[in-house]
């Protein structure tokens, strides 16, 4: 009969090896689990270059695809191939930055419901809404007045107001402001003035330091009639 000492060796010794056996079949079925991981990412990854050399050899058949959705005003389905050239790094491909801003225009103008409600960060997060915030151009808007409207000399100052904006920040407070009969108005968001009687183009400029953007409205000023004269304050 084995002695207490010996039967507790045998314990230690079936222990271990149920230990060890466990532990075997953990490593063995983890290694085969990466393995099989490993399979999977290059599987995956395989088909994703598969899928982005079958883009890009078909690239001018995607693009001409865009055009057309971009000249028939579906910017949605535009939007869904502009983000495959992003994703493909094909962002700047023949004129698709250009498509890019001014389909950014369309729904910035669309979602704000026209100009003078623009504020800067409705305006970062409508472009980044569209994968195109790598696009470092310049965009100028006048808030007042608008374009056509109407002033008589009693009307003065006269309120400029602009933003000019980019992904990069607000850069309104540089905007220039000039008048193609008085020249040069003033610098800044929002300049009062007092204009010569005719029809001014009113242009306003702004650069975020790299892109240039501008924007033109056209006013009237005229001098008040005679009859008018007396309602007018002093």
Do not use: C
């Amino acid at each position: 009969m084995p002695s207490k000492k010996t039967r507790y060796s045998i314990q230690i010794i079936v222990i271990l090896a149920i230990f060890f056996f466990v532990l075997f079949n953990l490593v063995f079925k983890l290694i085969i689990d990466l393995r099989s991981e490993s399979i999977q990412r290059k599987a995956v990854q395989h088909e994703k270059d598969r899928i982005k050399q079958e883009f890009i050899a078909k690239i001018d058949d995607q693009y001409n695809r865009l055009l057309k959705l971009y000249e028939a005003k579906e910017y949605d389905k535009a939007i869904e191939i502009i983000k495959v050239f992003n994703k493909y790094e094909k962002a700047d491909y023949k004129n698709l930055s250009e498509i890019k801003k001014q389909i950014r225009l369309f729904y910035l103008k669309k979602k704000l419901e026209f100009i003078p409600k623009i504020h800067l960060n409705e305006y970062m997060k409508l472009s980044k809404d569209i994968d195109i915030e790598e696009d470092d151009s310049t965009e100028v808007f006048i808030r007042t007045p608008r374009y056509g409207q109407y002033f008589y000399t009693s009307d003065f100052p006269i309120l400029l107001e602009g933003v000019a904006l980019s992904v990069a920040g607000d850069f309104s407070d540089g905007i220039i402001w000039t008048s193609d009969i008085d020249g040069e108005l003033g610098k800044g968001k929002k300049i009062a003035v007092r204009l010569s009687i005719g029809e001014h183009q009113i242009t306003a400029a702004g650069t975020n330091g790299v892109t240039k953007g501008r924007m033109i409205t056209r006013v009237f000023i005229e001098k008040e009639p005679d009859f008018l004269k007396k309602y007018i304050k002093k």
